[in-house]
């Protein structure tokens, strides 16, 4: 069946421009996750949706950072004012319950570039 | 503050040998952990985690409290084995809310 999918794969941006990242989750998955890669690094956690609501955005690293779930389903990550240091991969996970020991099944990522 | 360590960065092993990937684990409650994998090429996965005691590909994880250690083995390493691992741990807040951190990974290599 689909897994989780994540567009654009590949995203390069000068620095101070505003990008938007999508997930499309796993159809009727309740929680979603974003994370942030470095290169070299394990995914860090951002922020975490059940259905429409944002329960925990202490992981964004600033306001810049802007994520929304406005049905429940597909997700949107925008960055505002890109930095060189938010290039990294940004993981989108799901998982069917709604707690996050559930298993989360990612998606791709899409990897950033800031010039 | 909560954390999950993984000491090494590359592990090289001939195929065949034994297998065991570090993980130590820094929390005040009662830890669940995670091993998750990521092939070439592939997305992250779950392994295995330590509540279910169970073997997926050969691959065991013993929690182990006193030593704060939650480390990934098999006992004869095959080349299909060879991914970045990375141990994960879950945070159980106040109010009940949940959720994981994960360590910076292992490159396990495998030399035929």
């Known amino acids: 069946g689909a897994g989780v999918s994540q567009s654009p794969r590949y995203k390069v941006a000068k620095r101070g421009q505003d990008v938007a990242l999508r997930c499309d989750p796993i159809?009727?998955?309740?929680?979603l996750f974003w994370y942030q890669q470095a290169l070299g690094q394990g995914p860090e956690f951002l922020t975490y949706?059940?259905?429409?609501?944002?329960?925990?955005k202490s992981g964004l690293p600033s306001d810049r950072f802007f994520a929304e779930r406005p049905e429940g389903s597909v997700s949107t990550l925008k960055i505002q004012r890109t930095q060189q240091e938010d290039s990294a991969v940004y993981l989108c996970?799901?998982?069917?319950?709604?707690?996050?020991?559930?298993?989360?099944?990612f998606g791709p990522g899409t990897r950033l570039l800031v010039l | 503050a909560q954390r999950v360590t993984q000491p090494e960065k590359l592990l090289s092993v001939f195929k065949g040998a034994p297998v065991e990937l570090k993980c130590n684990y820094s929390?005040?409650?009662?830890?669940?952990l995670f091993w998750y994998v990521q092939y070439s090429r592939q997305r992250l996965q779950l392994l295995l985690r330590?509540?279910s005691r169970e073997s997926i590909k050969g691959f065991t994880a013993d929690l182990n409290k006193g030593e704060t250690s939650f480390h990934l083995k098999k006992p004869f390493a095959q080349e299909e084995d060879s991914a970045m691992y990375y141990c994960?741990?879950?945070?159980?807040?106040?109010?009940?809310?949940?959720?994981?951190?994960f360590g910076t990974g292992t490159k396990l290599q495998v030399i035929p």
């Open positions: 996970a799901s998982s069917s319950f709604g707690v996050p020991r559930e298993t989360q099944y």
């Open positions: 159809s009727g998955h309740v929680s």
């Open positions: 949706f059940q259905n429409e609501a944002q329960l925990d």
């Open positions: 929390y005040s409650g009662s830890p669940e």
């Open positions: 330590h509540i």
């Open positions: 994960a741990l879950l945070l159980t807040y106040s109010g009940g809310y949940q959720k994981v951190t």
